[in-house]
């Protein structure tokens, strides 16, 4: 490749560059708001929900709180109570597991795929015994997971793969986090089904149960998701596609350069292509991982480490009784994934400033 250009500072994700272009519209649609006075529910709310259930190609988009809350009012939706195992990942972020223990019930952790990072689906078929009332397959960076082929319901977190594939599972699950593909202003989550009766279930949990107001058929909770973020969402949604084909063609553009780069470690991995990767995150592996992070960190490069320790070896999950070793693929990606800054706006000379980067880093640290 051509000589590095002049340093510059490459941030994980730039929210700033995002924003900036929708300003005066997000601000009216954040007025609407204020001026309408309806601020928990009501009109933003809905017509939220019928744009995201419309764009994922469901019957029933119902806007919560976080995606933590629409994994947990997902599994309350299924009845997940003590006494109940929930098969899933140890590889993932911490509200995958967290829900279920949350709910008094128990995570049955499989390993992933050294080649998807994702939950096998073979093997969480066959963990699932009497007790499995669910099993959560993650679709990790934004890779769609292949899910298991049984009878126990799947409730699918697509908190980082948001619209990569059609809802297979009972229900799935979305973050607008504001590093998701589609970020609010804030906390924000919604669960998809196309089932009914489901999505009439989450729609009683998240208002306490309350069916009207004050007459309580389930102990439920506030899971709700605010007007104002409604509000922001619809002016981001209709720009998802867009950010999405932009990711996608900066992973390509990755690949491409990093075939070119001369002297990489035949270790380094790097995500290979699927169609319906939408690439919340690019993540490869990376021999002496911590020491290359170390490096591009000071050449002004932001990195990060999605996850550095598997649940199995979470302190709070150690009461769960896995030894050290139980997921050797969960425990390796651990050590080796390193994710590099994929948002929508990052340049070609950013990218390129990366990898030349990555090339000196594994040529010797040379300047
Ligand atoms: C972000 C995320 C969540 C939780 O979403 P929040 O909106 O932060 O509560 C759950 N699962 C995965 C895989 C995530 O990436």
């Given at each position: 490749m051509n000589r590095p250009m002049v340093p510059q500072a490459v941030p994980l994700l730039d929210l700033a560059a995002q924003n900036g272009p929708l300003r005066e519209e997000v601000l009216a649609a954040i007025a609407r708001v204020v001026d309408s006075g309806a601020f928990i529910m009501g009109p933003e709310v809905e017509g939220f929900e019928r744009e995201l259930a419309q764009s994922l190609g469901v019957k029933h988009a119902l806007g919560v709180s976080s995606g933590t809350d629409a994994l947990l009012v997902a599994l309350m939706a299924l009845g997940v109570g003590p006494g109940d195992d929930v098969v899933t990942t140890p590889f993932s972020f911490f509200a995958t597991a967290g829900v279920v223990s949350r709910l008094g019930a128990r995570p049955v952790f499989v390993d992933i795929e050294r080649d998807t990072f994702n939950l096998a689906p073979a093997a969480a078929a066959a963990a699932c015994g009497p007790r499995t009332k669910a099993i959560i397959p993650v679709h990790l960076f934004g890779r769609p997971a292949t899910l298991p082929m049984t009878t126990v319901p799947i409730i699918e977190d697509s908190a980082q793969s948001i619209g990569s594939t059609p809802l297979a599972g009972r229900a799935g699950c979305l973050s607008f986090f504001p590093s998701k593909n589609l970020g609010a202003f804030g906390d924000a989550g919604a669960v998809y089904a196309d089932?009914?009766?489901?999505?009439?279930?989450?729609?009683?949990?998240?208002?306490?149960?309350?069916?009207?107001?004050y007459v309580h058929h389930a102990v439920g909770g506030n899971f709700r998701l605010d007007a104002v973020q409604a509000a922001v969402l619809r002016v981001k949604l209709p720009r998802l596609a867009g950010w999405t084909a932009a990711r996608r063609k900066n992973a390509d553009r990755y690949r491409g350069l990093l075939a070119s780069a001369s002297g990489l470690p035949a270790e380094l991995v790097i995500p290979t292509d699927v169609p319906a990767h939408i690439y919340n995150q690019f993540v490869v592996r990376a021999p002496r991982r911590d020491d290359l992070r170390a490096f591009l960190t000071k050449s002004g490069i932001a990195t990060e480490v999605y996850y550095p320790l598997p649940f199995h070896q979470q302190p709070c999950f150690r009461e769960l009784g896995y030894a050290d070793g139980a997921f050797p693929e969960a425990e390796a990606a651990a050590r080796e994934a390193l994710a590099l800054p994929i948002y929508p706006e990052i340049s070609p000379a950013q990218q390129e400033w990366v990898v030349s980067r990555i090339a000196a880093f594994y040529a010797g640290g040379a300047a």
């Open positions: 089932d009914d009766a489901f999505a009439d279930r989450v729609r009683l949990l998240r208002t306490h149960g309350g069916r009207p107001k």
